[in-house]
């Protein structure tokens, strides 16, 4: 046996030995990266390559393929960075090995390294590959290696080494209690939901499978499962049917003796509602909090359950920002944290190095008062102030992580690799309490404009110039340069304090500085951030018709205009979302949040000439309030009439607004405003727009 050999040998043992995995970075020429990776993976029965141009009879998954391997447990993971680095499939298929697994990665020599090594995120990649967590091996000329020292063993055994069953198979008491807090949901009082949250290979899902497997043995039940993906529960799938002794193929359905596990995907389960004993929402934290509090206020026994720190998003802050819409609808719900690992041990290298490499658990700043904007130093930064001072790059990344659920490793990168990115921070006494992304786009030549105009051409990126191209028919905005803001992010202790509206203030004069034409962003149209923006001075160009997958919110799209040459076009922008959204409002818009829908609504009213309501429009309304006239005869006069009072402003803050709105400016059907109101019928809802009318309606005109 080779010295080499016998290193990783004794690696692997060891690993084994201590059910941690470790990372073993090889920094060589690629042939013989490639034949040690082999000597790493005969070791294993299962070993996976990340690599499109993997040695051939080795089991490999390519970057675009990797998320199909998701669920799925592996031994051994090679990532040739020899090729371009996929870090985000390297950070999830890293989940899939388990306890006693290695993690390999090829690396190149420096003198056969590209020029893309040199940006900030590989030179730091390039470091943390130089951490203690990390087992190099670089060969010399002669063929001869360095030899590391092997990790040491853990002290005493952990939780995750104790090979022992406890009940209903659970590996760990915590999973074992998990699936005990889950029953009781069930099997105690109603309206108490339970919220679990965990790290990855901490057993959550499995926990809820069990569990749902076992609610269905004991009585026939229906159980609901929904997440924002199929792939998102294949595990939860995986362990009911074990449980229930059924194939354990992946499925989205499961029965057995009249009990029924279904997967529903959030938007279908709430449009549809059918009857559940038990909702199971998985990777909660990725589903948009309205239709969370949807969910809660239509099932009266549910369990919410997410990952925490993940290669695909954090959900680190859904308990503390769910809890005040649980403590005001279901205060007696319960929470429960699992932190012991199930298929590696505790204090696991790999997990470290990930986390602390990928910035997967960074924090905000540790503010402990509010802070005042007159406190506040704005500036722009560059990606190397963030990385020369340590803490800085972790603040800033906790910040949007804290804010955004889809904050992912791929926003590291861009973070500091994008030329195009420029960055905004509010500090507070060195600390990051605020910050704005932003991306230069725009410029396009004149021909390439008109093509993306005609939707013949979609270069990569440039989203806000294209969409006002593409979706409004203007091409002399592509060829304008832009700013689009990305992101937009203000810590905990620091919000109502001005401090957003200072950054993009901030934005704005920097904006002006670098003679760019206008600035945009797209946003979820919420009650929260319309206002916001509004204020800001941007205004809406258009509104996305299908609802967006992450926030559950239509997109809006605003602009602020800069330069003489933008207002032009934003003239006919802004008359076109008037146009086009008076016409939506009872069609595409119709279901649309009121709280949304009146702003725009009004807004939209603004910029369009309305008949007068003449005296005998006004007699006939008198006629509807008191009795007469049905709904059905005096439809366009009462939404003549509701539109001048949205318009003036008159209405907007009367009482009932939003049922007028509804049925007469949305066109809901009384079927749909019965339910959403809480009318008995179409009388009682009728009789309540005749109220209405009788309360708002003015002095006649003379």
């Known amino acids: 046996m080779t010295e080499l050999s016998r290193f990783i040998s004794d690696l692997v043992s060891r690993a084994e030995q201590s059910r941690h995995r470790y990372l073993l970075c090889i920094e060589s020429e690629h042939h013989w990266g490639i034949q040690t990776a082999q000597l790493v993976q005969a070791h294993y029965s299962a070993g ?15 970057v675009s393929k990797s998320q199909a391997w998701l669920g799925q447990e592996s031994e051994c993971l090679i990532v040739d960075l020899h090729q371009e680095l996929a870090i985000e499939a390297m950070a999830a298929l890293a989940g899939t090995i388990r306890g006693g697994g290695l993690m390999v990665i090829l690396l190149p020599v420096s003198e056969h390294r590209s020029a893309h090594w040199q940006s900030p995120f590989m030179q730091r990649l390039l470091s943390q590959l130089s951490s203690a967590q990390v087992l190099k091996i670089k060969p010399d000329q002669d063929g ?6 092997l990790p040491a063993l853990p002290e005493t055994l952990s939780v995750a080494d104790d090979k022992t069953e406890r009940q209903y198979g659970c590996l760990t008491d915590e999973q074992r209690d998990a699936v005990e807090y889950i029953c009781r949901v069930v099997t105690g009082h109603r309206r108490r939901p339970l919220v679990i949250t965990a790290d990855r290979g901490r057993g959550k899902s499995s926990a809820l499978g069990i569990a749902a497997g076992l609610l269905m043995k004991e009585k026939k039940r229906k159980i609901l499962v929904t997440a924002p993906r199929l792939r998102n529960v294949q595990t939860v799938f995986q362990h009911a049917a074990k449980i229930l002794g059924l194939p354990g193929d992946a499925s989205s359905r499961l029965e057995l003796d009249g009990s029924q596990l279904c997967f529903m995907a959030p938007d279908h389960l709430l449009a549809e509602r059918p009857p559940a004993d038990l909702l199971i929402v998985d990777e909660a934290a990725a589903i948009p909090a309205p239709l969370l509090q949807k969910m809660l206020s239509s099932y009266s ?45 505790a204090g696991d290298p790999l997990e470290h190095w990930l986390f602390e490499t990928l910035l997967l658990d960074a924090e905000p700043a540790p ?37 955004h659920y889809q904050t992912s490793p791929a926003d590291l990168k861009q973070l500091l690799d994008d030329p195009d990115l420029a ?26 404009a008109r093509s993306v105009c005609l939707g013949q051409r979609r270069p990569k990126g440039h989203l806000l110039a294209q969409s006002v191209a593409a979706h409004l028919g203007l091409a002399e905005a592509a060829s304008q340069h832009c700013g689009r803001i990305l992101r937009i992010a203000v810590h905990d202790h620091a919000r109502g304090m001005g401090i957003g509206s200072a950054l993009l203030a901030q934005v704005q004069h920097w904006a002006v500085a670098n003679q760019l034409d206008f600035l945009g962003t797209s946003f979820a149209a919420s009650s929260e951030l319309l206002p916001f923006w509004r204020q800001a ?16 919110c239509h997109s809006l799209l605003s602009v602020l205009p800069i330069s003489a040459a933008s207002k032009s076009w934003f003239e006919l922008a802004t008359a076109s979302f008037s146009v086009s959204f008076l016409a939506q409002a009872c069609e595409q818009f119709r279901l649309l949040d009121k709280a949304v829908f009146l702003p725009l609504y009004s807004l939209s009213l603004l910029q369009t000439h309305l008949p007068l309501v003449s005296e005998t429009v006004y007699r006939q309304l008198i006629n509807f309030s008191q009795g007469g006239l049905g709904y059905d005869l005096l439809v366009g006069q009462l939404s003549l009439w509701l539109q001048h009072g949205i318009k003036s402003g008159e209405l907007i803050d009367q009482s009932g607004i939003e049922v007028m709105v509804a049925k007469v400016i949305q066109r809901q059907s009384w079927m749909e405003v019965q339910e959403q109101f809480g009318f008995t019928g179409r009388k009682q809802a009728e009789q309540f727009l005749r109220h209405f009318v009788a309360k708002a309606l003015p002095n006649p005109p003379h």
Not at 144 to 149: D, E, G, I, V, Y
Not at 541 to 552: C, E, H, M, N, P
């Open 48 to 62: 996976l390559w990340l690599s499109d141009k993997a040695p051939h009879n080795e089991q490999s998954v390519s």
């Open 144 to 149: 001869k290696f360095n030899r590391p020292a």
């Open 301 to 345: 026994r549910v369990v919410f359950a997410s990952t925490i720190h993940g290669y695909e998003g954090t959900g680190r802050g859904f308990a503390i920002k769910f809890k005040s819409v649980l403590d005001t609808m279901t205060p007696q719900w319960r929470a429960f944290s699992m932190t012991s690992p199930v298929r590696w041990a």
């Open 367 to 403: 503010l402990t008062a509010p802070v005042s904007v007159a406190d506040v130093e704005f500036k722009q930064i560059s990606p190397l102030w963030l990385t020369e001072r340590p803490g800085r790059l972790s603040q800033l990344f906790g910040l949007l992580v804290n804010a």
């Open 423 to 448: 960055l905004f921070v509010a500090l507070k006494d060195a600390l990051i309490v605020g910050c704005v992304l932003l991306s230069r786009e725009g410029g396009f030549s004149a021909e390439l």
């Open 537 to 552: 001075g941007y205004a809406p160009v258009r509104l996305g018709i299908v609802k967006d997958g992450a926030s559950g």
